[in-house]
Nanobody, 127 residues
Framework: QVRLVESGGGSVQAGGSLRLSCAISGYKYDSYCMGWFRQAPGKEREGVAAIDSDGDTDYADSVKDRFKITEDNANNILYLQMNSLTPEDTATYYC?????????????????????WGQGTQVTVSS
């Protein structure tokens, strides 16, 4: 069992930055992926960034060069550094873990691949 708790959301003006954190507790797997997803009202949940246990990463095109996913393995915390935020980034952001299922070449950004989810943290970007 894995428990994920997000924090760090808030309101920021366009062009600003936020850093989201996800505290990970429970069983630690040797091979896994961690991802950040977001969902805006009326829209489907979309993958933003993912990292696997080897440190490989992948990003949605919409956030490449603006967002960075990192993991502090010593303290079991997943981060998402978000820079140059725009109103289009407004959404509830979720942390997720993939501990089973299909193997991967790159850490997946599809939500169905992930089997543990946090409760979400709201990010609001005003123009």
């Amino acid at each position: 069992q894995v428990r994920l708790v997000e924090s760090g959301g808030g309101s920021v003006q366009a062009g600003g930055s936020l850093r989201l954190s996800c505290a990970i507790s429970g069983y630690k797997y040797d091979s896994y992926c961690m991802g950040w997803f977001r969902q805006a009202p009326g829209k489907e949940r979309e993958g933003v960034a993912a990292i696997d246990s080897d440190g490989d990463t992948d990003y949605a095109d919409s956030v490449k060069d603006r967002f960075k996913i990192t993991e502090d393995n010593a303290n079991n915390i997943l981060y998402l550094q978000m820079n140059s935020l725009t109103p289009e980034d407004t959404a509830t952001y979720y942390c997720a873990a993939k501990t089973r299922g299909a193997a991967w070449v790159r850490p997946p950004l599809q939500s169905f691949e992930y089997n543990y989810w946090g409760q979400g943290t709201q990010v609001t970007v005003s123009s």
